[in-house]
Structures are given as structure tokens and as C-alpha cells.
């Protein structure tokens, strides 16, 4: 089972969350704006996405 889907919506990469702990990965770790959340997914700009994607996999969650 995943933790995160990506969609790449061509000004943003579109992260869904679809477990706590990936959520949580993210609170912890990116720090986000209120406004980066659309329901249970969060959205950051192409340049960060690579770099969040590759801390997620090496801290052991599954992105798609």
C-alpha cells in the first residue's frame, strides 16, 4: 500500500497523503503553510517536489 500520490498538475506537484505517518512526515519535516493543503493533499512547486519524494523513500514510506 502506498503512502503518498503524487500528480504532477504542471505549476505544482500534488502530494496526496494517504496514511498518518506520511502526514505526519510532512508536518515534521516540510514545515507547510496552511494554504499548501487542499484536504489531504499538499501541494509544492516541481524544483522541492524531487527532494521531498527522495527523503520520503529513504525514511521507508511508499510514493507513487
Do not use: H
Request: hydrophobic letters at 40%; a negative charge; glycine letters at 8%.
Amino acid at each position: 500500500m502506498s503512502d503518498v500520490l503524487t500528480n504532477n498538475e504542471g505549476t505544482i506537484i500534488a502530494l496526496t497523503v494517504l496514511t498518518p505517518a506520511a502526514r505526519q512526515w510532512i508536518e515534521e519535516k516540510c514545515k507547510p503553510e496552511p494554504w499548501q493543503w487542499v484536504g489531504d493533499t499538499f501541494a509544492v512547486e516541481p524544483r522541492y517536489a524531487g527532494d521531498i519524494i527522495q527523503g520520503m523513500q529513504a525514511d521507508g514510506l511508499i510514493v507513487e
